[in-house]
C-alpha cells in the first residue's frame, strides 16, 4: 500500500509521549468479561481451534501469540462473532454470543474490532468514518458524535487528519484512525487482529504507541500480535496458541524467560537467533 508520510512527524509527538505503565493488580482483581467455554471450530475437515477456555478479565490486557497457522486470528475473529463456532459458548459480559440478527448487531457494538487492514470507507472523511457508527448504531446526536470523534482523533494523534480523505494518510495514521473508530462506539473490549501487520516498520511503533497508552488506561483488550516487545510491555497475561490449541498462559516476564512447554521453547528459541 503507497503511503504519504505528509504530516507523520507533527502527529507522533501524541502518542509518542504516552506514559507506558499497565495495572496487572487491577485487571487480575476484574471481574470477568470475556468467557470462552470449550469452543471448537472447524474449516472442513480441518480443525481450527481445539477445546479452547479463556476468561479475560475486565481492565486485562490478554496478547495472543504464537506461529502462523496456530488459530490465534480465528479465536479473535469468534469473539464477535465474525467466525461461526461449532461447539462451545462465549459470553461477553454476561451475555451468551448471539447467533445472529439485532441481538448480535447490539452485542457487537460493545466488542471494538481493529483488523490487519484499515477498513475505512475511502469515500468519507477521517471525521465521517469515526461518527459513522455513534450516529448510526448507537444513534448518536451527529455535533455530539462529531465532538467527540475530533478528542478522539486527537488523543491518537491524528487530530490535524480530520478533513482530510483516508488515502491522504499513511497506513500508520490509518490504523490510529481506525483505532479511534473502534474507540468511538464506547466498547466493552477491543480486539486487535495483527493491527501492525500490514503497516511499514516505521509506522509500527506509532500505533504501538496508542496500544499501550489504552491498555494503561484500563482498557480490555486481546490482541493477536507478533510484536513481542508489546507483549512483554503492555500484556497483563501472554497465551501462547500452537495448532489450534492454548499451549501455555502466563504473565509476560514468566512467559519469556522461563516457558514451560517445549513448543513455546521452540517458538521463542526461533524469534531469539533471527
Known amino acids: 500500500m503507497e503511503s504519504n508520510d505528509q504530516g507523520d512527524s507533527a502527529d507522533k509527538r501524541g502518542p509518542a509521549s504516552f506514559e507506558t505503565t499497565s495495572n496487572p493488580i487491577a485487571a487480575a482483581t476484574g471481574e470477568p468479561l470475556v468467557i470462552v467455554e470449550d469452543v471448537e471450530k472447524y474449516y472442513g475437515d480441518f480443525h481450527a481451534l481445539k477445546n479452547i477456555n479463556l476468561t479475560v478479565n475486565k481492565g486485562e490486557v490478554v496478547v495472543v501469540i504464537g506461529p502462523s497457522g496456530s ?63 455513534p450516529t ?48 468511538a462506539m464506547k466498547p466493552k473490549v477491543m480486539l486487535f487482529d495483527e493491527p501492525t501487520s ?18 494503561s488506561e484500563g482498557m480490555t483488550m486481546v490482541v493477536v500480535t507478533h510484536e513481542m516487545g508489546f507483549a512483554r510491555k503492555a500484556a497483563d497475561r501472554v497465551v501462547f496458541m500452537s495448532e489450534g490449541e492454548i499451549v501455555e498462559e502466563a504473565e509476560p516476564e514468566e512467559f519469556f524467560t522461563n516457558p514451560k512447554s517445549d513448543r513455546a521453547k521452540d517458538f521463542l528459541s526461533k524469534l531469539l537467533t533471527h
Open 71 to 133: 488459530g490465534k486470528s480465528t479465536l479473535c475473529r469468534t469473539i464477535n462473532r465474525l467466525e461461526t463456532i461449532n461447539a462451545g459458548q462465549i459470553r461477553i459480559d454476561g451475555k451468551k454470543l448471539p447467533e445472529e440478527g439485532k441481538a448480535l448487531a447490539a452485542l457487537r457494538a460493545d466488542v471494538g474490532m481493529v483488523f490487519q487492514s484499515f477498513n475505512l470507507f475511502a469515500h468519507k472523511t477521517i471525521l465521517e468514518n469515526v461518527t459513522l457508527g
Open 198 to 215: 500490514a503497516l511499514d516498520p516505521e509506522m509500527i511503533n506509532e500505533v504501538l504507541d496508542v496500544m499501550v497508552q489504552l491498555a
Open 136 to 183: 448510526r448504531v448507537r444513534g448518536q446526536k451527529r455535533a455530539e458524535a462529531e465532538e467527540a470523534a475530533r478528542a478522539l482523533l486527537e488523543r491518537v494523534g491524528v487530530g490535524v487528519q480530520a478533513d482530510k480523505m483516508p488515502a491522504q494518510l499513511s497506513g500508520g495514521q490509518q490504523q490510529r484512525v481506525a483505532i479511534a473508530r473502534a474507540l
